[in-house]
């Protein structure tokens, strides 16, 4: 900023004379000279410092709001005070009384430049901020929405002069903000002249501009001055559907909220909704139908949080998976179901919101990221503009686990992306114990290596099963079953404590030392808590676990081989469960390969906040639809070796690959396997290096 | 052509070596050098010869039919012969047996040139058309829709590249037509995955391409090869709609159908139904339904008559007065019928047929020429766009009579524009024995000026009046009131047989000299018919006609001078009235200025014929919509002296004006008053140049 905010200024210089104030803008540093009465805005727009403003200098929206720095700023070479400023004028003066102005705050298009000053951009989210910190991660995101409000004073008809109000309107929408061919929504037409009039030919126009139309578009229009404007960010998940209500205008969250997808009433995972369509004549309109309710009341609902008028939301990002992308659009999403799983729309996907029977404005808007492949959907897409892998240097691995992992790996040089059939066992399914994340559900599992006793923790209840007074503390919640993070902990440290094999075979010859182990016909079982119910981990619950980390393990093996690299330098889980699982645990059993856990991170919500960016930022959209057009699409199910990467990633961590930051971190147990190639993980390493 | 041809040969010269064959296409006459083989297409294409092709050169559409015109043409240096052309292929042998192919005509697509050849390109309008003849008029309408068939074979999806169908859609219409940045119809997204296999990946595009949209979109898709696309041309008119059914593909001109507006019901003239409008709640909604149910009706005939589906219809173009025309848009046209009589859009209109309602194909577009001014609608524009004053090097004048009075003055380089209120009494309200023109009604009348004795024609009965056995042919249809056009003739045959004088007194000093005048209260009357009812033409009849010529004439004369014209060489009368009406009564009366009566034309639905060509070419679309813009329009209530001149212009045929060209054809009774200034129109004359 700093360089550019220099040569801007330099260009100034040559324009300007040396004697005229020097005026620096901050945050951005951008800097000029000015002649002595221009209006702060419009030395802000001189320098493209980002200043919102519907009423165009008219002192009536008050989102121009600056403030300035008194002092001397050696470094700059400015001395700058408020007597550098003009006094409030009568227009601001009036402003002040009916709104407002917060203390030491000024309307830049009153506020003249009469000396050398300091000008601070307040990025405050009620007035007007060019950046938006989103409350739930710490993520940055430069507001520059597809929406823009400008406010206007229309020409009065003339006799003589006999074009219609549309015309005059379109014209000094051209004479006041610089919009030529503006497309006027055709819902609009029929309404125009009454708003005129109801305004007395003053209206705020609701501008629409991205790239589906290449011509900027009225979307809405409203007698007088406009200052709301909001949008939404929704991700449509299998189970869940997230919403953000952000004002468009300050970049402010006004309200997240959440629901659960109606459509699992059609079938719990998204293939038993797919085969729904296929039985049922009318189960691809029943089912957008739902969806479409869901996400309408969603809208009420975030509306009723955050105190905002439905009618004032004019711009929708979705993401979403590609089958709930699909029936979202009303598109029938069996092609899904079945090789070779043909998207019937795979780029960004824009549209009126009305259009699709979603309720917001008339005229508001919808997009939709594009979807990757087949298998990784617009919100695997989202998550990636999130977290950004083709904005990085070193290579990151992205995955979001759910009964189907979606994966993303790459740095700004090439990003590859597959994904791999987990099933539902780490969301607790297949597993004899099993049970969604709620109170009264294992959390976190220890085992004592020696004794082979357990302790663990309870969702609900504060002390370990081993503290004094847990079984207080749990009276009320029980002890229910282990949820999917504890099925991760318990295996691992069945593992970790030679409970289990390598290959994840339960050692029968320890029901000696512990009763922990008990036969079940030729298999063997470990007891976590002999209670009410009898909570156990079965031979198969941990095959059911195996199955499922070597399938995800083996996806990212691929990429990795794709990618002709050894090691991922980043980590980022995407989803509710990389939220709750420990990542250390994740790389015992193999789930991840190899990284330094300190950079091993879970990031949430990650296609939400792609979804934000989206919404907020139309050059993020450019961003997203360039990078998932350069994205490889690896189809797991066609390459030779996914299978031999499959058997090895059975084994834990792995039985061929070598886990040095781990095992600098957690002893792991003896390869014996594998020490009679030559030491651990060395047959792994020659392998590979028989692969260069 | 020859020269654009010859330039285009010189072109290729240098491109094509000297001993390639050379191929003239007529009747464009373009010429150029091909390699031997050349497809006869492609060879079109090159030159820019307009050859219909929606299979793309498959040889299954059959439109790019041509047929070898064999001999020595020694003025082009060209001996043509069939041996000059391949035999027939595989391919056009199979289209023939299927579909057959006219004696002598070739598919170019599949023709190759082996030798010189002279190449005719069918004007017929069931295969190909490049300029289509309306049947209606004699004109020449140039093909150029925006409607385009293109039949592609899309790529079937590869798990390896999984793209969207949509995609692999958009990318094929690049490759094989050269869309770039094609839309695809929001409505369309759910179907495209069945249309695409259902047409086994062969599949026709419906593309639409105008300004409205920078991008054309894809708005319908068909399996297979869609082979047929229609075009709707229609004139809503206050107390008719008339409508055209076309191929977009031939230019074959398929039904033409017309229907009353149901809208009388809400009110006779355009007044009364604003007035309903403003009365009544719902009355701008009802209105609106009732025209749209009726132009729904009235495509249903025009596809009936023409055996088309109603699905095929792509493209509309609607003209209308500007009352007619917001209400077809749903426009409240309350601001129309006050001063300053603004009109909500005056520009041209585009958008979605089914987003106002009007049945066609779903993405069927809707197209409404400009509006010229708030009493100058897009009628009044298509009738400029058909009759071309901005293309003439005369000075045209161009009149449509109804109860109010459209009127365009100009030549290729200036046009104006008025309206004026003639009100009804041309249409035969207002006139004591008036009605409209149907059998019974008289339609054509001559005065004897000696005896004053009349004789007349009715409409349905082959005889004069005066003929043998009149009585006996007029029994079965009576003689029941006189029509629009005879009210002009028996008034102006009453001024030239003296019976009313030049400022439209009826003479009663004549009742002495002949029955016929008859004495009622302080004014007279003229006998035109002794019988069951008796027809009389009475002093305020007369009084009608003058006041109605008068403002017409007096609008006329405001355009002139702005014009600064002293006299007119071109007059059309679009409209019915205008094709019933005599010129020369016409001018006798004064409705029109001098001119030479053989420049004076009757042009009928003007309208209706804009409208189609606007259809057929998104040339003609540009072309008035800058010629409106061009066009000056003049409000005659705020002309100072248009009083003066409406005065003037109550006398036979004018107080002022001379009508030298009238003069040389008829004889003009002595204009007594006028004498006493100096001489037949010698006033007028000064007059006037004491205005120069």
Not at 163 to 167: N, R, T
Not at 297 to 309: A, N, S, T
Not at 320 to 330: K, S, Y
């Given at each position: ?77 400015i ?49 007007n ?33 006999p ?5 005059r ?12 061919d503006?497309?006027v ?76 997808n ?28 739902a ?5 309408n ?13 439905r ?8 993401v ?11 598109i ?78 790459g ?23 099993g ?57 691992a ?42 909570i ?44 709750f ?56 199910a ?23 930051h ?11 396997v ?19």
């Open positions: 900023m700093r360089i550019e905010g220099t040569s801007e200024n330099e260009a100034n210089m040559t324009e300007a004379a040396e004697k005229d104030p020097l005026v620096l803008f901050m945050p951005s540093g951008k800097r000029g000279r000015f002649p002595v009465g221009t209006p702060v805005l419009d030395a802000a727009r001189k320098l493209g410092v980002y200043v919102e403003s519907i009423c165009g200098g008219r002192a009536t929206c008050g989102r121009c709001q600056i403030s300035v720095q008194e002092g001397n700023f050696a470094k700059h070479k001395v700058s005070s408020l007597d550098h400023i003009s006094e409030k004028g009568p227009k601001e003066e009036r402003y002040e009384r009916i709104r407002g102005i917060p203390e030491g705050r000024r309307l830049s298009c009153s506020a003249q430049i009469l000396g050398d000053l300091v000008i601070d951009v307040p990025q405050d989210t009620v007035i901020a060019q950046v938006v910190r989103k409350a739930a991660t710490d993520r940055v995101i430069e507001r520059n929405s597809p929406v823009q409000l400008c406010y206007v004073e229309v020409e009065e008809p003339d006799m003589h002069k074009s219609g109000d549309l015309e309107l379109k014209a000094v929408l051209d004479k006041d903000w610089g919009w030529k503006l497309r929504a055709q819902h609009l037409i029929p309404q125009i002249q009454g708003i005129l009039r109801k305004g007395n030919w003053c209206v705020t126009a609701v501008i629409h501009k991205d790239m589906e139309f290449s011509r900027p578009t009225v979307i809405a229009l409203y007698p007088g001055l406009k200052n709301e404007a909001y949008g939404i960010a929704c991700d449509i998940g299998s189970t869940t559907i997230a919403m953000h209500l952000v004002s468009l205008l300050s970049g402010r969250l006004v309200a997240s909220s959440g629901t659960s109606p459509q699992i009433r059609f079938g719990e995972d998204l293939m038993s909704r797919v085969s729904y369509v296929m039985m049922n004549p009318d189960g691809r309109e029943a089912m957008t139908k969806v479409g309710e869901a996400v009341q969603l809208i009420g609902k975030v509306c009723e949080d955050g105190g905002v008028e009618d004032d939301i004019f711009d929708m990002v979705f979403a998976n590609p089958i709930m992308h699909h029936l979202f659009l009303g029938d999403p069996t092609e899904l179901g079945q090789a070779p799983f043909a998207l019937a729309v795979s780029g960004a996907v824009q549209g009126w919101a009305h259009d699709i029977g979603i309720e917001a404005n008339r005229g508001a808007r919808v997009y939709l990221l594009p979807c990757i492949a087949g298998h990784v959907g617009a919100d695997a897409a989202a998550a990636t503009l999130s977290e950004g892998p083709h904005r990085q240097d070193r290579m990151m691995l992205l995955v979001d686990v759910g009964t189907n992992a979606e994966i993303v790996l740095n700004k040089d090439r990003v590859v992306a597959a994904s791999s059939p987990t099933g539902p066992a780490f969301e607790g399914a297949e597993i004899s114990c049970q969604r994340a709620a109170p009264g559900a294992i959390e976190r599992v220890r085992i004592d290596p020696v004794t082979l006793e357990p302790r663990f923790r309870v969702i609900g209840v504060d002390k370990w099963s081993d503290e004094e007074g847990f079984a207080e503390a749990a009276a009320s919640v029980g002890v229910t079953g282990i949820c999917g993070s504890a099925i991760i902990e318990v295996v440290e069945m593992y970790l404590s030679g409970i289990i094999s390598e290959d994840g075979v339960v050692d029968g010859s320890m029901a000696e030392r512990t009763h922990r182990i008990i036969q079940n016909g030729r298999t063997f079982s470990y007891l976590l808590h002999d209670g009410e119910p009898r156990t981990v079965t031979q198969t619950d941990i095959r059911a676990i195996q199955l499922a980390k070597a399938a995800l393990y083996a996806g990212i093996k691929l990429l990795m081989e794709k990618q002709g690299i050894e090691h991922v330098d980043l980590i980022r889980f995407a989803g509710a469960f990389g939220s699982i420990d990542p250390k645990y994740a790389m015992v059993l193999g789930l991840i390969p190899d990284c330094d856990l300190a950079e091993v991170k879970a990031v949430g919500n990650a296609a939400g906040t792609g979804a934000l960016m989206a919404l907020l930022n139309r050059d993020h959209r450019r961003e997203i639809e360039e990078t998932v057009n350069r994205i490889e699409k690896i189809e797991t066609l390459e030779g070796n996914f299978q031999q990467l499959f058997v090895n990633a059975m084994a834990m961590p792995n039985k061929v690959d070598a886990f040095p781990l095992a600098s971190v957690v002893t792991l147990p003896e390869r014996k594998l020490s009679e190639e030559g030491g651990e993980g060395g047959g792994g390493r020659r392998r590979r290096r028989s692969r260069d």
